[in-house]
């Protein structure tokens, strides 16, 4: 299995540009995390799924942050509009109900926001 | 969440033993604890996790209190690629979510 798979891996934009990122789980994973990180922050939890239910959106910043799960093998976090303070490192994770929560984490997509 | 304590840093030579320490004074009885580590520039990867007794695999050795309120993460022969930030969470299972600290970052001397 290739792993989790994040694109875009680097994504500069503007201020006010609407932003998606997106993630391939590992196949026959049923969670899916969505992270973000931080200097100042470290590493958070931003939502995640099980089954391609939103399970805990808890940690979503506010409402310009959305993210969907449409199928078991693809989830996108979107950012509209985009502010600098959403410059940071997403991750997005995958692990599977069957091994007790050893998550797989993707390499992570840089968010810049000029 | 119960909380965990690490240092903040720590240095090891290479091909020494290293011993990562975490506190966890909190933890109740059905918290595991787990440890990821953190390459630059890549995402945290798992590394072990226990419930009481200890564990080995082919990374690492977890070893835990008798109280279960801190453990230990074991890497028999440190290597340059260990240098990582490595992260000891408890989790309940429950909520499938893990809360990551600010971790302890290792550096490996050659």
């Known amino acids: 299995d290739a792993g989790v798979i994040q694109s875009p891996r680097h994504e500069v934009t503007e201020m006010g540009q609407e932003v998606t990122l997106r993630c391939k789980p590992i196949s026959g994973h049923d969670y899916l995390f969505w992270y973000r990180q931080t200097m100042m922050r470290g590493l958070e939890l931003l939502i995640y799924f099980n089954n391609n239910v939103p399970i805990d959106d808890s940690g979503m910043p506010e409402d310009r942050f959305s993210a969907k799960m449409p199928n078991a093998s693809f989830s996108t976090l979107k950012i509209q509009p985009s502010e600098p303070r959403d410059s940071a490192v997403y991750f997005c994770?995958?692990?599977?109900?069957?091994?007790?929560?050893?998550?797989?984490f993707g390499p992570g997509t840089r968010l810049t926001v000029l | 969440d119960a909380k965990t304590t690490q240092p903040n840093s720590m240095e090891s030579n290479e091909e020494e033993p290293v011993h990562l320490p975490c506190n966890h004074s909190?933890?109740?009885?059905?918290?595991?604890i787990h440890w990821y580590r953190q390459l630059p520039s890549q995402g945290p990867e798992y590394v072990i996790h226990g419930l009481t007794s200890n564990v080995n695999n082919r990374m690492a050795s977890l070893a835990i209190a008798e109280d279960r309120k801190s453990s230990t993460l074991i890497l028999h022969r440190a290597t340059l690629r260990d240098a990582a930030v490595y992260y000891c969470?408890?989790?309940?299972?429950?909520?499938?979510?893990?809360?990551f600290g600010s971790g302890t970052q290792l550096t490996v001397l050659p």
């Open positions: 909190t933890i109740s009885g059905t918290d595991y």
């Open positions: 969470i408890l989790d309940s299972g429950s909520a499938r979510q893990l809360t």
């Open positions: 994770a995958s692990s599977s109900g069957q091994f007790y929560n050893e998550q797989f």
